[in-house]
């Protein structure tokens, strides 16, 4: 069992900088995938980046490739997103998620990121 904790979110102008922060509590982080996703008003929740348990290889959605970096620091059992160039379309409730396979077991309950244009 793996509990997530999200935070950092908040109110941003665009083309402002976030960094989100997800701690984990439980076994094993450091052998975890781990990702972010976000749910924007009316619409159903998307991919927005992952990283492997070792660091390498993230990879992102494309509406966010170059803007939003995804790291971890498994000592600190704590996997990041630092979000960049914020726009409008980015406003959403961001979720991180853990999984040992290709898809998530554990969700945190989310952190709110507005940007206003």
């Known amino acids: 069992q793996v509990q997530l904790v999200e935070s950092g979110g908040g109110l941003v102008q665009a083309g402002g900088s976030l960094r989100l922060s997800c701690a984990a509590a439980?076994?094993?982080?450091?052998?975890?995938r781990m990702w972010w996703f976000r749910q924007a008003p009316g619409k159903e929740r998307e991919f927005v980046a992952a990283i492997s348990w070792s660091g390498e290889s993230p990879y992102y959605a494309d509406s966010v490739k170059g803007r939003f970096t995804i790291s971890r620091d498994n000592a600190k059992n704590t996997v990041y997103l630092q979000m960049n160039s914020l726009k409008a379309e980015d406003t959403a409730v961001y979720y991180c998620?853990?999984?040992?396979?290709?898809?998530?077991?554990?969700w945190g309950q989310g952190t709110q990121v507005i940007v206003s244009s």
């Open positions: 439980g076994r094993s982080f450091s052998r975890y």
């Open positions: 998620a853990s999984g040992l396979m290709g898809s998530p077991d554990y």
